[in-house]
């Protein structure tokens, strides 16, 4: 690729046709490095004529105009499932259709629930065309290569008088499904899909296809794999990939919300299944609290998987602002060692086992990027899935990289920002060709990685690790829906414990809430 125009605004801009010079390098460079410089300042941003004034008056010179910098795409890998059968991605994407899961679920008893809401129109004529729909659903399932038994027929139950509240048949469904997600998963220890009635009767084939894929990564098994040459150090089955995120209260919930700490990780180097923790943490602390215990108990069932403890372990965290990246290695990679210390043998330690890598994932930012030429876009002019960015506008003396592995639906797409702030694994590995340098190992994976999120048949915007971090903590959210989204038909009490101090009486939430159910805690309950 000879270019992509770059800016930290907001706006849509046309493609750039300058080429890049030193003197366009060196000032995005001080932008970007340093936050107070004295006047005069010159900085590159979506032009707008209306406030040229305004930057005027405080000495801001404004060029209307993007930098280049330099950028690569990198290669697709090609989507194995069952049997011969390989798929190769397109803008990003791959469609299933004709083939069967890489390993197939056994699911011998199963059944469904109807929940019915007071006032909503039931899509069903009659019991007769439900039934008829879910046949349809069973045998899509079944041409997938799941191993199952006919459903065992149930009844239509209405639902709770308490989540009836609302006027919008959409907000009444809201307190129905996180009920539903708390008592499967806390209560009962139950697997379980939820899907809409309205959306489930007008399904086709390929809408039970993507519930499927549910299915399948919930009972255990892989319905995608890549080959394993594409994961470099992954595949010598040496190495766990472990994903944290830390959700916090929003706007209008509860005093007594806590925030909620999720950590997930892979059991094996197929990455596919990616068992989940949660634990309760005081409010709005990014730090996670008693990371050493939910780490522990990942490093045990790696073992128990693969009878050794891994020697490499790669870590995406996800969440973190830049002005806390000290803080991880300040807080949060002590409790990761500490956890590795009372678990590993002291022959392995001493040979300075296991080895880590910390890379922080970021969102939320405005760096946004634009092809220079018309052949080198996709069909929204946004950069071609798999586009690194590594130079002209990161970090000159750290490792950092802006990867957009995905196709972006509408709009501009957002690159996912990865900031390496620690490293004992690829600089010390050997680089071996096609790479060039331990970056270029570590971005194809990271790449790679983003074409296994189990729940799509395309490449996401983050790294499964990170993403499913994040999911597992929007799921806590769902059984802490009393005091993060309190309303006229939720309680805040249901959610919170009383705690007696010397002083009184407090209340805090209940870390129970969040206890997993020891029969689906190994599995993926939460996509």
């Known amino acids: 690729m000879r270019g992509l125009a770059w800016t930290t605004g907001n706006g849509k801009a046309e493609p750039s046709t300058n080429g890049s010079d030193d003197n366009d390098l060196r000032c995005a460079s001080l932008h970007i490095t340093q936050r107070i410089l004295p006047p005069p300042v010159v900085v590159y941003w979506v032009s707008i004529p209306q406030t040229r004034l305004l930057y005027q008056a405080f000495d801001v010179n404004v060029i209307p105009k993007l930098i280049t910098v330099p950028g690569r795409v990198l290669a697709a890998p090609d989507v194995k499932y069952a049997g011969t059968q390989t798929l190769k991605p397109r803008f990003g994407s791959w469609n299933m259709q004709s083939v069967q899961f890489v390993t197939k679920a056994e699911l011998t008893k199963w059944s469904y629930l109807r929940i019915s809401l007071q006032g909503v129109r039931s899509p069903w004529q009659s019991d007769t065309d439900f039934h008829q729909k879910l046949d349809s659903f069973q045998t899509v399932l079944k041409n997938l290569g799941i191993r199952m038994t ?47 009635d309205l959306k489930f009767s007008r399904a086709n084939d390929q809408h039970f296809a993507n519930v499927g894929l549910k299915f399948n990564l919930k009972l255990g098994s892989r ?47 197929w990455l596919n299944q990616w068992p989940a923790d949660l634990r309760i943490q005081t409010a709005r602390q990014e730090m996670v609290d008693s990371l050493d215990i939910l780490f522990k ?48 043998p002291a022959t392995m330690s001493k040979a300075g086992k296991p080895r880590m ?85 570590f971005e194809d994976l990271t790449h ?33 829906s009393g005091i993060f989204a309190p309303s006229a038909g939720t309680s805040p009490s249901a959610s919170i414990a009383p705690t007696s101090t010397g002083g009184g009486s407090a209340q805090v939430p209940d870390s129970n809430l969040v206890k997993i159910h020891q029969n689906v805690r190994d599995a993926m309950f939460y996509v």
């Open 448 to 480: 790679n990685l983003c074409y296994l999120f189990g729940r799509r048949t395309k490449a996401v915007s983050r790294c499964p690790p990170a993403y499913y971090a994040d999911l597992v903590c929007d799921k806590a959210r769902c059984y802490l």
């Open 357 to 441: 890598t910390i890379a922080i994932v970021g969102k939320r930012h405005n760096t946004r990027f634009y092809p220079t030429r018309k052949e080198e876009a996709d069909r929204s002019w946004n950069p071609q899935n798999g586009t690194v960015v590594d130079r002209g506008v990161t970090e000159a003396r750290n490792w950092d990289f802006f990867l957009q592995a995905h196709t972006a639906i509408q709009g501009t797409a957002r690159p996912a920002h990865y900031y390496l702030v620690y490293d004992q694994i690829f600089r010390q590995q050997q680089v071996k060709a096609p790479f060039q340098s331990a970056a270029d190992a």
């Open 223 to 269: 319905n995608h794999a890549l080959d394993l040459t594409r994961i470099g150090i992954l595949r010598k089955k040496k190495t766990m990939v472990v994903g944290i995120d830390v959700t916090h209260p929003s706007p209008g919930s509860s005093s007594s919300a806590p925030s909620v700490a999720g950590v997930v990780a892979s059991v094996d180097e």
């Open 150 to 196: 006919d459903y065992m027929i149930c009844h239509e139950c209405p639902a709770p008088t308490d989540s009836d509240s609302g006027d919008r048949a959409g907000t009444r469904k809201t307190p129905v499904y996180n009920r539903v997600k708390s008592t499967c998963d806390i209560k009962e220890g139950i697997l379980n899909v939820c899907v809409l």
């Open 297 to 344: 108990s990942h490093l045990r069932l790696w073992e128990k998987r693969n009878g050794s403890l891994p020697e490499n372990i790669i870590i995406y965290r996800d969440g973190v602002s830049e002005d806390q990246y000290d803080v991880v290695l300040k807080d949060e990679l002590p409790a990761l060692r500490k956890g590795c210390e009372d678990i590993y």
